[in-house]
């Protein structure tokens, strides 16, 4: 199984032909979405979902399905039996991977700001997307794909995640809005410079890919 980087949020598994894309929003390149068997979606903010290239995809590829939340399925409206609601404690068989759905919130960005609905993706019992939010599955985790900057989050949060999931890997995501100077700081504090967690830390670059 590979995992490959699409920028910000968004990565690939693939095995053979079959090809998994996990949240491409507004900030992938839509080149993302090339070849894909099938596209899991966190939660609704653009970051993760665009719902215009989203359906485009869709038109080109009448084979490709969507899993998501039943938020982001409503405005997808039209696709019929294409797209699929889903919830926490899911079970699921996409595009011949094995995935359980985990969590139900975004983190909070403010009181003040609504929450959206958010759902984690278990690839395998080995890879898990949080998507926003720091749910931690509560089934061993080997890869971690951590959100390690947003406007709901800090450092200390993001290392207390990575040490109550335990996983055997952690790799950057949610890194869109970080230069090489913001990306330097918090790769350190997630590792030599910072407190420690049990978990090695490593970022792909775009278009980047490792083997699972």
């Known amino acids: 199984m590979e995992l490959t980087k699409h920028g910000h949020a968004c990565v690939v598994v693939s095995d053979g032909d079959r090809r998994l894309v996990i949240d491409p929003g507004a900030w992938t390149e839509p080149a993302a ?45 039209g696709l019929g039996s294409r797209v699929h609601a889903v919830g926490d ?21 403010h009181p003040e700001i609504p929450r959206v609905h958010n759902v984690g993706f278990l690839v395998e019992g080995r890879l898990f997307h949080p998507g926003d939010a720091f749910t931690v599955p509560g089934a061993p985790v080997a890869t971690l794909l951590l959100p390690v900057h947003a406007p709901w989050s800090k450092v200390l949060e993001v290392i207390d995640y990575v040490r109550a999931v335990g996983a055997d890997q952690a790799y950057a995501v949610h890194d869109g809005l970080l230069n090489d100077t913001g990306l330097g700081l918090v790769g350190g504090l997630l590792g030599e410079r910072g407190p420690g967690t049990p978990t090695p830390y490593a970022r792909l670059t775009p278009g980047e890919s490792v083997d699972l």
């Not at 404690?89 to 960005?109: C, I, Q, R, S, Y």
Request: proline share 3%.
């Open 33 to 77: 979405l090339d070849g894909a068997t099938a596209v899991l979606v966190t939660h609704e903010h653009v970051d993760h979902f665009a719902g215009d290239r989203l359906r485009a995809a869709l038109d080109d590829d009448p084979a490709l399905e969507v899993w998501t939340n039943p938020s982001v399925a409503g405005q997808l409206e």
């Open 89 to 109: 404690g899911d079970a699921l068989t996409v595009a011949g991977f094995d995935v359980t759905v985990h969590g139900e919130w975004h983190a909070v960005v």
